[in-house]
């Protein structure tokens, strides 16, 4: 069996053991059992499982700040982007204008300098 193969099975078995582990803690969040259509890590033996560990679950991302706290955020925000885009097409256009003027004069550098040498 080549490499590759053996590498991509071994991949498979790490995504199926992922989405068991998914499909756990969506059950356990909301209370009901997995897709029975969904494959789990008991049905096919794993032989990589001492290389795999569970994800474990990060405190930050369950924690969902409510939507009145985001509220004056939003409405913030809508009228925004025409702003920030005026401001950044600005800056695109002065950072365009300080490099081909950066560029101008190290070409009239560059000229004067073999000028002067020749």
């Not at 590498?7 to 969040?29: K, P, T, V």
């Not at 101008?104 to 000028?115: C, D, E, I, K, N």
Request: proline share 8%.
């Amino acid at each position: 069996m080549s490499d590759r193969l053996e590498e991509l099975r071994h991949q498979r078995a790490l995504l199926q053991q992922h989405l068991a582990w998914i499909d756990a803690e969506i059950a356990a969040a909301t209370r009901t059992p997995p897709a029975p259509g969904m494959p789990s890590t008991t049905d096919q033996p794993d032989r990589h499982s001492h290389s795999v560990r569970a994800p474990v679950a990060s405190p930050a991302l369950e924690a969902q700040p409510a939507a009145a706290e985001l509220a004056p955020f939003i409405a913030e925000q809508k009228n925004a982007p025409a702003d920030s885009a005026q401001e950044a097409k600005r800056g695109c256009i002065l950072a365009f204008s300080l490099l081909l003027l950066i560029l101008g004069a190290a070409v009239l550098a560059w000229y004067l300098y073999f000028r002067a040498t020749h």
